[in-house]
């Protein structure tokens, strides 16, 4: 069992940067790939990123390549994702996610979910 609790959402300016932050309680953490997603008003749950259990190998959506990077510190059960050159369309509700599927971008592959924090990007 993992339960997970973002932080680090807020209001920015479009340019701006933000990093958000997932921590995770259990003790079987590095067991998981670890996901951040997001949702805008009236759309469906979009793939932001994902990173495997070692954080060896990551992927991004290409909405965000070059500009998220997404990382994980195992020892502190954590997963970052540090966001620059925001845009407005990047505003959303971001959640971070676990599961035990390597290398997926599938919400409904993801088995543990956080609250959510809100990201609000001004133009």
């Known amino acids: 069992q993992v339960q997970l609790v973002e932080s680090g959402g807020g209001l920015v300016q479009a340019g701006g940067s933000l990093r958000l932050s997932c921590a995770a309680s259990?003790?079987?953490?590095?067991?998981?790939?670890m996901g951040w997603f997001r949702q805008a008003p009236g759309k469906e749950r979009e793939f932001v990123a994902t990173?495997?259990?070692?954080?060896?190998?990551?992927s991004y959506a290409d909405s965000v390549k070059g500009r998220f990077t997404i990382s994980r510190d195992n020892t502190e059960k954590t997963v970052h994702l540090q966001m620059n050159s925001l845009k407005p369309e990047d505003t959303a509700v971001y959640y971070c996610?676990?599961?035990?599927?390597?290398?997926?971008?599938?919400?409904?592959?993801?088995?543990?979910w956080g609250q959510g924090t809100q990201v609000t990007v001004s133009s």
């Open positions: 259990g003790r079987t953490f590095s067991s998981y790939a």
């Open positions: 996610a676990a599961t035990v599927v390597p290398f997926t971008q599938t919400p409904h592959d993801y088995h543990y």
């Open positions: 990173i495997s259990r070692s954080g060896g190998t990551t």
